[in-house]
């Protein structure tokens, strides 16, 4: 009798116990990650010396709107992202989806530090259903710079907003080029940042800006599969196959895919290091560039890797100016040929044109219409950061938080410590940089 009785006053003290300390208390902190803070870590040195490699951050959702649980929506905020705020926000050029395609993927869930899983509807044989997105979809942290409506321009690495020279950096941030280029990280502009219900005409933008406006219909659309197609005309015949025998590309950082496939078709060995600015040239096919940039992003891991319990995908954004590229070697091209025909009457004319699609669900566009606010953004370490300059525009939908406090810091540039390795453990006391902690972000100057 007394057995009994002692099991039913403990059953429910054990529940009430634990309610109070494991139920609760998960429960209101998945409720503050969700709509509330967001932690992230600066991975590398684009925002030195205001924010540095190592520094662990908070930052606020309900800032600019907050998520809505299972759906591509947010709800309200209560301001938008301004010039000098620092903001965290999903990366614009890699899929949000593996493979770009939510209608085969299904996001199960977000594992944090171990990245997020998806299931695949239609695997391939012998592949699993659990795909593993370790790295993405990255989140980056820049400083916003320049809203919509705002005419920006770069130039010899300088910005200008409206037609007024940015004389100094926020925060921190510094210039450590040595010399200027015409790449996208000296040379910009001008060109007014996008605004709700602007209208953009397919067939009036270059390679490069239809690229930027692929990006933001991908970001305002993220249910729909959006697909960048060009076709190469020559002599009013599609001719997709068609090779380029001294196809030039600027040495510059965001034309590394092109100048390491350059290097590897051409069997090209160099006999000096290249240097920003310098040009190379070989054999490249259309196709090459075509390709790619109907896919929009680089697949980093074989996707048709077989066995385990899951397939394991990353990727790396597709930059636009290599589209760049490819037109301006077609004006080039045609150059050219107007010279030679000019010079010799017999010979005929060469014509070469560059045709572009931008589909939506299958289905071709002739205009977009802007929906959301337009925002650009920047590195404080101006010379060494990929930003807005490369891949163009962040939409509201991929704002992420507001970075508000460093809540840790650990410097570890030369990788002495490792958790793996109990032997290191001992630096840690040493590598914690205990005078950045707490600090408040926009409170962080010069």
Request: glycine share 8%; aromatic share 12%.
């Amino acid at each position: 009798m007394e057995g009994s009785e002692r099991k039913k006053v403990v059953v429910p003290q054990f529940l009430k116990t634990l309610t109070r300390e494991i139920i609760v208390p998960v429960f209101l902190a998945l409720i503050v990650i969700q709509y509330v803070i967001q932690a992230f870590q600066i991975p590398s040195g684009s925002m030195e010396d205001t924010l540095k490699t190592g520094d662990f951050l908070l930052g606020l959702k309900f800032t600019y709107g907050s998520p809505i649980p299972f759906t591509n929506q947010k709800f309200p905020g209560y301001a938008l992202p301004k010039a000098g705020d620092v903001v965290i926000f999903r990366y614009p050029g890699e899929p949000e989806y593996p493979d770009n395609n939510p209608g085969r993927y299904t996001h199960l869930f977000n594992a944090l530090m171990l990245g997020n899983y998806y299931w695949d509807h239609e695997p391939e044989e012998g592949q699993p259903h659990i795909v593993h997105y370790a790295d993405g979809p990255k989140d980056y942290i820049k400083r916003c710079v320049a809203v919509s409506g705002d005419t920006v321009q770069v130039y010899k690495g300088r910005l200008s907003i409206n037609g007024v020279r940015q004389e100094s950096l926020p925060g921190r941030g510094k210039y450590t080029a040595q010399y200027r280029t015409r790449s996208p990280r000296d040379e910009r502009g001008p060109f007014v940042v996008p605004s709700v219900g602007d209208v953009f005409v397919v067939d009036s933008l270059s390679l490069e800006q239809l690229w930027w406006l692929r990006s933001i219909v991908l970001q305002e659309n993220p249910n729909s599969t959006v697909t960048f197609e060009m076709s190469l005309i020559h002599n009013g015949k599609e001719d997709n196959n068609y090779e380029f025998e001294n196809y030039r590309i600027p040495v510059e950082n965001d034309r590394a895919f092109s100048i390491n496939a350059m290097l590897e078709r051409n069997r090209i060995v160099l006999q000096q290091r290249l240097r920003q600015g310098d040009t190379i040239t070989g054999n490249m096919p259309f196709a090459f560039f075509r390709e790619y940039a109907k896919v929009g992003f680089l697949p980093v891991l074989d996707p048709h890797a077989k066995g385990g319990l899951t397939r394991s995908v990353s990727y790396m954004g597709f930059d636009g100016s290599q589209l760049q590229d490819v037109e301006d070697n077609v004006k080039y091209l045609n150059k050219v040929a107007l010279e030679d025909s000019t010079t010799d009457s017999t010979l005929q004319k060469d014509t070469f044109e560059i045709r572009r699609r931008l589909l939506v669900d299958g289905k071709p566009i002739e205009s977009y219409t802007v929906q959301t606010p337009v925002f650009f953004m920047m590195g404080d370490n101006r010379d060494n950061s990929a930003d807005s300059r490369y891949w163009g525009f962040v939409t509201l939908r991929n704002v992420r938080a507001k970075a508000f406090v460093i809540y840790f810091s650990f410097e570890n540039d030369d990788q002495k410590f490792s958790l793996g390795n109990p032997l290191t453990w001992w630096r840690l006391p040493l590598r914690i940089r205990y005078s950045r902690i707490g600090k408040i972000i926009h409170m962080i100057e010069k």
